[in-house]
């Protein structure tokens, strides 16, 4: 079994900064894929950005040019940087990863951005 454990989140006001973490433990072997979603208010969780084993990255086109999704691989762990938050950004962040026979979910940390 997997566990992942989230940091990182919290209030900062708009054009602000705040860095994510997401620890993974357990039976772990190999991550596949590490990525953040969100999900605010009234609306469907959305991927932000991911990473796959060979450091390719994905973003949605609302977070590119102010996320940054990186990875250590001796600490299974993947990080959010995030910069130039807007209140729109605004929501729950979960850390999803994949290895080769699970895929977990972290427990979610609220980021709120004030204007």
């Known amino acids: 079994q997997v566990q992942l454990v989230e940091s990182g989140g919290g209030l900062v006001q708009a054009g602000g900064s705040l860095r994510l973490s997401c620890a993974a433990s357990g039976s772990i072997g190999s991550i596949i894929v590490m990525g953040w979603y969100r999900q605010a208010p009234g609306k469907q969780r959305e991927l932000v950005a991911s990473?796959?084993?060979?450091?390719?990255?994905n973003y949605a086109d609302s977070v590119k040019g102010r996320f940054t999704i990186s990875r250590d691989n001796a600490k299974n762990t993947v990080y959010l940087q995030m910069n130039s938050l807007k209140p729109e950004d605004t929501a729950v962040y979960y850390c999803n990863l994949k290895g080769g026979w699970w895929d977990a979910w972290g427990q979610g940390t609220q980021v709120t951005v004030s204007s």
């Open positions: 990473i796959t084993s060979g450091s390719s990255t």
